[in-house]
Nanobody
Framework: QVQLVESGGGLVQPGGSLRLSCAASGSIFSIDVMGWYRQAPGKQRELVASITNGRSPIYADAVKGRFTSSRDNAKNTVYLQMNSLKPEDTAVYYC??????????WGQGTQVTVSS
């Protein structure tokens, strides 16, 4: 069984920063892709950032220049550093992992609220 444990969400004022973490544990095959999605109320889940093993991260246009994602393969952990946060970044953020045999795993989600 595979578990993804997310942490780091919360309430922050516009212009502030948060750092999300997602650690994978359990019977997981080698990880290929690690990424973050988000879902705001009434909207579809959307890709925020994704890192394929050995490649540079890709980002949604809405977060380019403000968010940075990184991964620590030794710890099976992916991070999302979010700077210059805006109210429209408010959403539930989900960690997403693909292994090399095509299995996909999701975290439980962590709430990020940007409000004054």
């Amino acid at each position: 069984q595979v578990q993804l444990v997310e942490s780091g969400g919360g309430l922050v004022q516009p212009g502030g920063s948060l750092r999300l973490s997602c650690a994978a544990s359990g019977s997981i095959f080698s990880i290929d892709v690690m990424g973050w999605y988000r879902q705001a109320p009434g909207k579809q889940r959307e890709l925020v950032a994704s890192i394929t093993n050995g490649r540079s991260p890709i980002y949604a246009d809405a977060v380019k220049g403000r968010f940075t994602s990184s991964r620590d393969n030794a710890k099976n952990t992916v991070y999302l550093q979010m700077n210059s946060l805006k109210p429209e970044d408010t959403a539930v953020y989900y960690c997403n992992i693909h292994d090399f045999v095509g299995r996909i795993y999701w975290g439980q989600g962590t709430q990020v609220t940007v409000s004054s």
